[in-house]
């Protein structure tokens, strides 16, 4: 579970899909720089990615909550926000 510090001062990265279309967050990242990405699973390739805090994610979508841990480099999907995480 995210830490309130962090829900109230962690920036992460997501797309206007999510953000502004309430599209359900299909894929996310913890990039090896510790950065987060939280998308909808469309390519967003050359897009520029909203930066939000984290509890914004959150609200959207509490379930990415079970991914607090989520390692470095590792990275999670699911097919529609009704199916179980996959990591790899």
Request: charged share 25%; aromatic share 14%.
């Amino acid at each position: 579970m995210y830490t309130y510090e962090e829900l109230e001062t962690v920036y992460v990265f997501t797309c206007e899909d999510v953000l502004y279309y309430s599209e359900p967050i299909l894929y996310i990242y913890h990039a090896d720089d510790g950065n987060w990405l939280y998308l909808c699973g469309r390519n967003h390739a050359g897009e520029d990615a909203p930066c939000v805090f984290l509890k914004v994610i959150v609200r959207i979508d509490p379930s990415v909550a079970l991914l607090a841990d989520l390692p470095l480099g590792k990275q999670a999907k699911r097919a529609s926000k009704n199916d179980p995480w996959e990591i790899f």
